[in-house]
């Protein structure tokens, strides 16, 4: 198939443990650059960096580990007992993400005038993500294998695991606004042939 197509950004979402990962990983196989938005928000608040000063005046030394990275934990121990200061730090981190993803994306469509970006960002509909790119991917799996798969790769218990899965947007919600969808579910081969058809019909898209 011949393609003349601009460059096209597409967000991959899904729920916790569908196989979003998994279909990242394919996606990079065929040939898309992948842009994982929780490697960007790690990145942007490495020691030193405006961000990580901005959140340690918000929030304290307390959240610091010995070497002067974010205790991850204590601060989510803050952040998700006070929506305000779940906000505060949003808007400290959000904007930094955003402004890299639109630097890695215009970086690829200099080097590839017809790449394929995939976005992989958890809170894609949540945050409004979707409304930025082309086309939406939503990565789905039924909720007895998420609940599986977080026993088995979280320790988590059963009802650990429901909680993880009840703090995200139902996963019916974002499949019903979303433009593809897959199944993580479905045995490798099979999945891996789904991304690689779409993958082809994405290099195509205008």
Not at 200 to 205: M, Q
Request: aromatic fraction near 4%; proline fraction near 5%; include cysteine.
């Amino acid at each position: 198939m011949l393609c003349s197509a601009p460059m096209i950004l597409v967000g991959l979402t899904g729920g916790v443990a569908t196989g979003k990962s998994t279909v990242a990983e394919m996606f990079t196989q065929c040939g898309a650059l992948v842009i994982d938005a929780d490697q960007l928000a790690r990145d942007v608040v490495e020691p030193g960096k405006p961000a990580w000063r901005e959140i340690v005046k918000t929030f304290g030394k307390t959240i610091l580990n010995p070497d002067r990275s974010l205790n991850r934990q204590a601060l989510g121990a803050i952040v998700f007992r006070h929506p305000a200061k779940r906000r505060a730090l949003e808007t400290i981190i959000h904007p930094r993400v955003a402004r890299e993803q639109v630097r890695l994306t215009r970086e690829a469509a200099r080097q590839d005038p017809q790449s394929v970006v995939i976005y992989d960002v958890p809170l894609l509909f949540e945050a409004g993500i979707d409304k930025r790119v082309d086309q939406t991917i939503v990565v789905t799996a039924d909720r007895n294998t998420q609940i599986a798969r977080l026993k088995k790769r979280n320790g988590l218990s059963r009802a650990e695991a429901l909680r993880r899965i009840r703090s995200q947007m139902p996963l019916v919600k974002k499949i019903r606004r979303a433009d593809q969808v897959l199944h993580g579910t479905l045995p490798r081969p099979a999945l891996r042939k789904q991304v690689g058809q779409l993958f082809k019909s994405l290099r195509c898209l205008a």
